[in-house]
């Protein structure tokens, strides 16, 4: 609007200045520099129009505009005053009436030169303004209103999505993605965020009915991206995890070169790009897609339409629409179903204010979810009624959020603020998150009680968030665990909001903030850097006492490396850190200075280091969190860290476990050979524990030494030779979850697990008979995976055999034509997916029910 007013402005002026050659010199460059400095001030106004809730840039902008109405009002007068004597003269009266006419449009030039002359004192006070009150700053700092346009992106929940009122989407989109037309295609999906673009581009994404795919790979860009990121993601996303390694050398051009090159030896492939914002990121990485007609296709998700058409000439464009009524309400259904006809009432009026938003109406049930009361009920009725409105969507889902948040304990509120130091988009490891929680202290070990730890308090408050819909699941594991959470974009901005208002944390990006910012840090005891940390570190060491900081972490770091002396820096001036997460920056060394941070509780290691001796000081110390596929070494002094309780790296080397170390609960991966010389006697509290085979690994092992974890609850073993036997764990009756790939050839190993069994992953086991009857007795198996275990064409399940089996997923059992069930055979079924089982056709009908072909 403002942007407009100034248009229309500088074109007036530039008319007048062309066309009045009979004016004063000096108002005429007035008038010239008037004209430019609303040309050069456009620019800000554009920036600043989308951020007038900001007060001092609302006050701004409406005086650029008084100044810009004020010039078009002064040339207006003067045009129609011409207008007025321009009719032509013919008599002696019209004659006098023209020279009275030239002497007043002398007065009048002559009033435009003041007029001018005072709009010109005006704009100089505007620019002095502009920098009195920092508008530029204020200006860089992130957009608000383009957070808010980001606040209904509806997030993915692989596997689990709940997508109501699409069935006709889904099969015109299916009938497109399973086209004969073997041409490269893409298909675009949009509409109005919370919509539910990404649950149901997921849904068509992880579909067993598109089984014509040989690859697939999926990526959500966002508004603020970073395309070498995204490169790399897709690639991660074909290739495997363990493949990212191979990408950490490649700049953007090598990864252009690099994807097509993959996917020109992968056959059909199906790629999932999500929440798309600017045709140029399109732009930029379309040509990573070779056209090898053979049927691949793109789907792409996005809030603009224009994106949608434009990304390609024969793009197959789809506009979703919102829920009807009926829709509405039986999603709502889902989560919060009433008990009674007048809350079934009560309901349906306020899912009716959602107007037919998945988004909004989710939160709504996951508040009430929480207490299926007439009077709860009834008083979100109210409060909804009066603060919403009818014409206007985005504040009745902040409304919502509002609810749900002020309705969390202070310790839940807590745990939800602290969602807030995640980027857009992110993927949160649940494990991470529940630690971090610890290590903040908003759960304490006061809290503990029999049989209940901090980390199972830290799960119950992960849980309820779930089920409030405030955290978002976005992929499962195997066996239906939740692997990793995403955080909405609405909900990410609340947090972001709250946290900062209730002092419990603060996020700077880099290039963002300024040394005129300072006041953001102050009370402030948690900082999360995005990107650089340089310019903080200049920031904070001129002008913050750096001793009041309790938590730092450096988040999304793009550039990679992190410079000795960075790290030094913090390692000086930090001393009451309890948590420093620099688990997203590459280093090749952490300085002995680390030891110094004596308060630390968590500690999130850079990438590719040698953890040096002086780790030994830090005796707080609860969690040691490593990058991901990065293996540490990792000194003897770490048997002197009696408070740990998680050692989340993958170990590269000896490991010197000391006899006191009894609260440690998480060991990550550790070869057989050096677990063989930890004596575990008092490791009782050990819960998880992940061990590999060395390549040459040999059969002189044991797994002894597993029996005397009486609290053992999650088990892992990946070797290359033959597993030893497993009687050991016999003694572990608290073990629920076991992954064993390597070779056991008897099934009758098997009868060493423990009643306790719930989750049971086998792989590459080469069972020489059917492991079936033996499997079939674990009576609270709940998840079972066989991968490559057994070469006999049938495999046969006794009478009730798997009471409790609700998950069955075979793979590669390339012999396998037959499988039999007895009568009461899986009676809790309700997955079963095969995955290249090609021979297999005899199928027993509880079984067929369930079946998801992939």
């Given at each position: 609007?403002?942007?407009?007013?100034?248009?229309?402005?500088?074109?007036?002026?530039?008319?007048?200045?062309?066309?009045?050659?009979?004016?004063?010199?000096?108002?005429?460059?007035?008038?010239?520099?008037?004209?430019?400095?609303?040309?050069?001030?456009?620019?800000?106004?554009?920036?600043?129009?989308?951020?007038?809730?900001?007060?001092?840039?609302?006050?701004?902008?409406?005086?650029?505009?008084?100044?810009?109405?004020?010039?078009?009002?002064?040339?207006?007068?003067?045009?129609?005053?011409?207008?007025?004597?321009?009719?032509?003269?013919?008599?002696?009266?019209?004659?006098?009436?023209?020279?009275?006419?030239?002497?007043?449009?002398?007065?009048?030039?002559?009033?435009?030169?003041?007029?001018?002359?005072?709009?010109?004192?005006?704009?100089?006070?505007?620019?002095?303004?502009?920098?009195?009150?920092?508008?530029?700053?204020?200006?860089?700092?992130?957009?608000?209103?383009?957070?808010?346009?980001?606040?209904?992106?509806?997030?993915?929940?692989?596997?689990?999505?709940?997508?109501?009122?699409?069935?006709?989407?889904?099969?015109?989109?299916?009938?497109?993605?399973?086209?004969?037309?073997?041409?490269?295609?893409?298909?675009?999906?949009?509409?109005?965020?919370?919509?539910?673009?990404?649950?149901?581009?997921?849904?068509?994404?992880?579909?067993?009915?598109?089984?014509?795919?040989?690859?697939?790979?999926?990526?959500?860009?966002?508004?603020?991206?970073?395309i070498k990121d995204v490169l790399k993601r897709l690639v991660t996303s074909f290739m495997g995890a363990e493949y990212e390694q191979?990408?950490?050398?490649?700049?953007?051009?090598?990864?252009?070169?690099?994807?097509?090159?993959?996917?020109?030896?992968?056959?059909?492939?199906?790629?999932?790009?999500?929440?798309?914002?600017?045709?140029?990121?399109?732009?930029?990485?379309?040509?990573?897609?070779?056209?090898?007609?053979?049927?691949?296709?793109?789907?792409?998700?996005?809030?603009?339409?224009?994106?949608?058409?434009?990304?390609?000439?024969?793009?197959?464009?789809?506009?979703?629409?919102?829920?009807?009524?009926?829709?509405?309400?039986?999603?709502?259904?889902?989560?919060?179903?009433?008990?009674?006809?007048?809350?079934?009432?009560?309901?349906?009026?306020?899912?009716?204010?959602?107007?037919?938003?998945?988004?909004?109406?989710?939160?709504?049930?996951?508040?009430?979810?929480?207490?299926?009361?007439?009077?709860?009920?009834?008083?979100?009725?109210?409060?909804?009624?009066?603060?919403?409105?009818?014409?206007?969507?985005?504040?009745?889902?902040?409304?919502?959020?509002?609810?749900?948040?002020?309705?969390?304990?202070?310790?839940?509120?807590?745990?939800?603020?602290?969602?807030?130091?995640?980027?857009?988009?992110?993927?949160?490891?649940?494990?991470?998150?529940?630690?971090?929680?610890?290590?903040?202290?908003?759960?304490?070990?006061?809290?503990?009680?029999?049989?209940?730890?901090?980390?199972?308090?830290?799960?119950?408050?992960?849980?309820?968030?779930?089920?409030?819909?405030?955290?978002?699941?976005?992929?499962?594991?195997?066996?239906?665990?939740?692997?990793?959470?995403?955080?909405?974009?609405?909900?990410?901005?609340?947090?972001?909001?709250?946290?900062?208002?209730?002092?419990?944390?603060?996020?700077?990006?880099?290039?963002?903030?300024?040394?005129?910012?300072?006041?953001?840090?102050?009370?402030?005891?948690?900082?999360?850097?995005?990107?650089?940390?340089?310019?903080?570190?200049?920031?904070?060491?001129?002008?913050?006492?750096?001793?009041?900081?309790?938590?730092?972490?450096?988040?999304?770091?793009?550039?990679?490396?992190?410079?000795?002396?960075?790290?030094?820096?913090?390692?000086?001036?930090?001393?009451?850190?309890?948590?420093l997460d620099m688990t997203s920056v590459h280093s090749e060394v952490i300085p002995e200075e680390i030891g110094d941070l004596v308060?630390?509780?968590?500690?999130?290691?850079?990438?590719?280091?040698?953890?040096?001796?002086?780790?030994?000081?830090?005796?707080?110390?609860?969690?040691?969190?490593?990058?991901?596929?990065?293996?540490?070494?990792?000194?003897?002094?770490?048997?002197?860290?009696?408070?740990?309780?998680?050692?989340?790296?993958?170990?590269?080397?000896?490991?010197?476990?000391?006899?006191?170390?009894?609260?440690?609960?998480?060991?990550?991966?550790?070869?057989?050979?050096?677990?063989?010389?930890?004596?575990?006697?008092?490791?009782?509290?050990?819960?998880?524990?992940?061990?590999?085979?060395?390549?040459?690994?040999?059969?002189?092992?044991?797994?002894?030494?597993?029996?005397?974890?009486?609290?053992?609850?999650?088990?892992?073993?990946?070797?290359?030779?033959?597993?030893?036997?497993?009687?050991?764990?016999?003694?572990?009756?608290?073990?629920?979850?076991?992954?064993?790939?390597?070779?056991?050839?008897?099934?009758?190993?098997?009868?060493?697990?423990?009643?306790?069994?719930?989750?049971?992953?086998?792989?590459?086991?080469?069972?020489?008979?059917?492991?079936?009857?033996?499997?079939?007795?674990?009576?609270?198996?709940?998840?079972?995976?066989?991968?490559?275990?057994?070469?006999?064409?049938?495999?046969?399940?006794?009478?009730?055999?798997?009471?409790?089996?609700?998950?069955?997923?075979?793979?590669?059992?390339?012999?396998?034509?037959?499988?039999?069930?007895?009568?009461?055979?899986?009676?809790?079924?309700?997955?079963?997916?095969?995955?290249?089982?090609?021979?297999?056709?005899?199928?027993?009908?509880?079984?067929?029910?369930?079946?998801?072909?992939?």
């Amino acid at each position: 609007m403002v942007d407009a007013i100034v248009s229309l402005a500088i074109e007036k002026l530039g008319a007048f200045i062309a066309q009045e050659v009979n004016i004063l010199l000096e108002v005429k460059d007035n008038l010239r520099w008037l004209k430019d400095e609303l040309r050069y001030l456009q620019s800000s106004v554009r920036s600043a129009e989308s951020r007038l809730e900001e007060e001092q840039i609302r006050n701004w902008v409406e005086d650029v505009r008084d100044v810009a109405n004020d010039a078009i009002k002064i040339l207006s007068d003067f045009s129609a005053h011409q207008e007025e004597y321009a009719a032509p003269k013919r008599g002696i009266l019209d004659r006098v009436r023209g020279c009275v006419c030239v002497c007043n449009r002398e007065v009048m030039l002559y009033d435009i030169g003041k007029e001018i002359e005072s709009l010109k004192r005006r704009i100089e006070v505007i620019k002095n303004r502009r920098n009195e009150y920092r508008i530029d700053n204020i200006l860089a700092t992130p957009n608000k209103q383009q957070k808010e346009r980001t606040l209904l992106r509806i997030t993915a929940i692989n596997n689990q999505v709940e997508v109501v009122g699409f069935e006709d989407d889904f099969k015109i989109l299916k009938a497109e993605l399973d086209s004969k037309d073997l041409a490269l295609k893409v298909i675009s999906i949009h509409g109005m965020g919370g919509l539910g673009k990404t649950s149901l581009a997921t849904k068509l994404y992880n579909s067993s009915e598109l089984r014509n795919f040989d690859t697939r790979a999926k990526v959500c860009v966002s508004n603020e991206y970073n395309i070498k990121d995204v490169l790399k993601r897709l690639v991660t996303s074909f290739m495997g995890a363990e493949y990212e390694q191979k990408l950490s050398t490649m700049d953007e051009y090598h990864l252009l070169q690099h994807l097509p090159e993959l996917l020109q030896s992968r056959g059909r492939y199906l790629v999932l790009i999500d929440d798309i914002w600017d045709i140029k990121v399109w732009d930029q990485i379309k040509t990573a897609f070779p056209n090898q007609k053979n049927g691949s296709r793109i789907i792409i998700t996005t809030r603009n339409k224009t994106v949608a058409k434009t990304v390609d000439d024969k793009c197959f464009v789809h506009q979703l629409r919102f829920l009807t009524e009926d829709e509405s309400w039986e999603l709502f259904c889902k989560r919060a179903k009433p008990t009674t006809q007048n809350m079934e009432k009560l309901g349906k009026e306020m899912v009716g204010k959602c107007r037919g938003l998945p988004l909004a109406i989710v939160v709504l049930s996951g508040l009430l979810l929480h207490n299926m009361s007439y009077e709860y009920w009834s008083k979100v009725k109210e409060h909804i009624w009066r603060h919403l409105k009818d014409d206007d969507l985005s504040p009745q889902i902040g409304e919502i959020l509002s609810l749900s948040y002020n309705d969390l304990s202070p310790q839940m509120k807590d745990c939800f603020l602290y969602l807030a130091r995640y980027p857009e988009d992110h993927v949160i490891d649940p494990d991470e998150l529940k630690h971090l929680w610890i290590a903040e202290e908003f759960i304490s070990e006061a809290e503990e009680s029999e049989g209940v730890i901090m980390e199972d308090l830290a799960e119950d408050c992960l849980k309820e968030l779930i089920n409030r819909n405030l955290l978002q699941v976005n992929d499962l594991r195997w066996n239906g665990e939740v692997k990793s959470c995403r955080v909405h974009d609405l909900v990410r901005d609340l947090a972001i909001k709250k946290a900062k208002e209730h002092k419990l944390l603060v996020v700077l990006e880099s290039g963002k903030h300024h040394p005129e910012h300072i006041h953001l840090l102050e009370g402030q005891p948690r900082h999360v850097i995005y990107n650089e940390i340089g310019e903080y570190l200049k920031l904070v060491e001129r002008r913050f006492d750096a001793l009041l900081v309790r938590s730092l972490a450096v988040v999304n770091y793009l550039s990679g490396k992190y410079e000795l002396k960075e790290m030094k820096l913090v390692c000086a001036r930090f001393k009451n850190l309890k948590v420093l997460d620099m688990t997203s920056v590459h280093s090749e060394v952490i300085p002995e200075e680390i030891g110094d941070l004596v308060h630390l509780k968590y500690l999130g290691l850079m990438g590719h280091i040698e953890i040096p001796a002086s780790i030994g000081k830090l005796k707080k110390l609860q969690t040691l969190h490593g990058r991901r596929n990065t293996y540490y070494t990792v000194p003897r002094e770490i048997c002197e860290l009696h408070e740990l309780r998680h050692l989340h790296i993958k170990i590269r080397g000896s490991l010197n476990i000391g006899t006191h170390q009894t609260k440690l609960q998480t060991l990550g991966r550790i070869s057989c050979k050096e677990w063989m010389k930890i004596d575990t006697v008092n490791l009782t509290n050990l819960h998880t524990l992940c061990m590999y085979g060395d390549r040459y690994q040999s059969n002189s092992y044991t797994l002894e030494s597993v029996a005397n974890l009486t609290s053992l609850q999650t088990f892992t073993l990946w070797i290359n030779v033959e597993i030893p036997t497993l009687k050991p764990l016999s003694s572990c009756n608290r073990l629920k979850s076991v992954d064993l790939s390597g070779i056991l050839k008897d099934p009758s190993e098997l009868r060493h697990l423990p009643d306790s069994i719930t989750d049971l992953s086998l792989r590459e086991s080469k069972f020489t008979e059917d492991p079936m009857p033996t499997l079939g007795s674990l009576s609270n198996l709940t998840a079972l995976r066989l991968d490559n275990v057994y070469r006999g064409n049938k495999m046969v399940c006794r009478p009730n055999a798997f009471p409790c089996l609700e998950i069955l997923k075979l793979l590669f059992f390339s012999n396998l034509e037959e499988l039999e069930a007895g009568d009461g055979a899986f009676p809790s079924l309700r997955q079963f997916q095969t995955v290249d089982c090609i021979k297999l056709k005899n199928i027993p009908v509880q079984l067929a029910e369930c079946l998801q072909n992939s």
